[in-house]
């Protein structure tokens, strides 16, 4: 695949998680909490299987750690601590971006209509592809965060969720140097579709075991 190709894939994008902390998530009223960290894990370990450059940004560290499953993803990332609401501000942040000559770029964060709205606004000023993971996301209100995301479509903001973020950079089961970890991401993270596979693993181990 090239990586002009007007589809995602692990070598045309960066990804940006931002201020996935847990003060912000005990705000968040669009999603259970469980989706939202779920979700963001997924999102994560599904770039980190593609190789996917991915940034943590938090604001005010010090009084809300980063989610621990998340940091958990990448565990030797310090990430980028703000007194801004607006990550695009904090040049650090540009700079990186910059840093990873993408110009796609997909992002996720707490709270919509807030901390995710303003960079995404912003990076589509500077030029950048925005796409943005609105089940990763999550607002202080429902009306909060559908509000925002209407918002950011109506400048050219892209949606979508995590499942088709995964399976728009695995696309192709025959690739097999990713297709086990998909898999197996799907199985542990997928909602109906990793209950799915986990029936028909335990289903094909019993009828192994019967020969």
């Not at 669009?30 to 989706?35: F, K, P």
Request: glycine share 10%; with cysteine; charged share 20%.
């Amino acid at each position: 695949m090239s990586t002009d190709d007007t589809l995602l894939t692990g070598a045309n994008h960066a990804l940006l998680l931002i201020d996935h902390q847990y003060l912000q998530l005990l705000a968040v009223r669009s999603h259970s909490n469980d989706t939202i960290v779920n979700n963001t894990v997924m999102l994560a370990k599904g770039a980190k299987i593609f190789g996917v450059p991915t940034l943590f940004s938090t604001a005010f560290a010090e009084r809300q750690e980063l989610i621990k499953e998340i940091q958990a993803v990448h565990p030797e990332q310090k990430p980028i601590d703000r007194t801004g609401l607006n990550a695009w501000d904090d040049e650090r942040v540009r700079n990186w971006v910059k840093a990873t000559g993408k110009k796609k770029l997909v992002m996720a964060g707490l709270w919509t209509e807030v901390c995710l709205t303003m960079p995404v606004l912003s990076a589509i000023a500077a030029g950048y592809e925005v796409y943005i993971v609105t089940d990763a996301s999550g607002g202080g209100s429902v009306e909060g965060h559908e509000r925002a995301v209407q918002r950011m479509i109506q400048v050219g903001a892209r949606p979508l969720t995590v499942a088709s973020y995964v399976s728009e950079l695995q696309r192709d089961w025959g690739r097999t140097e990713t297709a086990d970890d998909v898999a197996k991401l799907f199985a542990e993270l997928g909602g109906g579709f990793g209950q799915g596979l986990r029936w028909e693993w335990q289903l094909l181990g019993l009828k192994e075991g019967t020969r």
